[in-house]
């Protein structure tokens, strides 16, 4: 799975708003690797902060 599918993944299964950092741990990927498609995601409208610093899938 790459790695932009699998974060997104580890956000939707959640169920609560995340940070990238939990992220990280559930899905065993770097952090840096984390927040570079934690950008793209949300430069694709795909995920959005309820509060900050942490993530949810958009509605």
């Known amino acids: ?3 932009l599918e699998k974060v997104f993944t580890t956000i939707q299964k959640a169920g609560k708003p995340v940070s990238a950092g939990q992220i990280a741990e ?3 990927i770097e952090r840096k690797e984390v927040d570079k ?3 793209k995601l949300k430069t694709e409208g795909k995920i959005t902060s309820p ?3 942490y993530w949810e899938p958009a509605k």
């Open 51 to 53: 509060k900050n610093c």
């Open 1 to 3: 799975m790459e790695t």
């Open 37 to 39: 498609a934690m950008k």
């Open 26 to 28: 559930v899905s065993g």
